[in-house]
Every structure is written in C-alpha cells, then in structure tokens.
C-alpha cells in the first residue's frame, strides 16, 4: 500500500514538475535542447529510481546510472540561461 501511494505522489510530482518547466522556459522563451539537458537528466534520474524501486533492480546499475546522470547534469549546467537579476 505504502509503494502504491509512493508511485502516485512521484508521479504526480514528476508530471507537474514536467509541465511548470514547460511552461517556464516558454514564458523566458528559452529554446533548444542544449538548455534542457540538465532538466532532462534530473528527470530521467527520477524515472530510473523508480523504475528500479518497482522491479527490484537497486543495485549497481541503478546507481551507476544515477551518478552518471548527475554528472551529466552538473555538467551540462553550462548551458543554462543566465538569469538577468
């Protein structure tokens, strides 16, 4: 019961996140994929996690994954939008 409940805050979580990002990058009229890549690999670090919570892969993989994915991110910070205050 507790896993199910996990999974539906997540994932309403995650697709909110998804749409205020959207939204936000419009509104700043940001283009590109270049400036979303850090988002991107922050939200596929939550896809992954639950992905592994749910079939029972926690283990090396999925944490190899997650570090790589944060190192991408950090990385791709660069190409960010400065913010302008």
Known sequence: ?????FTVLLVLAFLV??????QRRKKAGITGLKTALTS??????AAINLLAYWFGFLGLVSWSMT?????LGAYFTKYMAVSER
Do not use: E, G, R
């Not at 991107?40 to 670090?45: E, G, N, R």
């Not at 570090?67 to 190192?71: S, T």
């Open 1 to 5: 019961m507790v896993s199910i409940l």
């Open 67 to 71: 570090v790589m994915l944060l190192l």
């Open 40 to 45: 991107i690999c922050f939200y596929l670090i």
């Open 17 to 22: 996140s998804v749409t205020m990002l959207i």
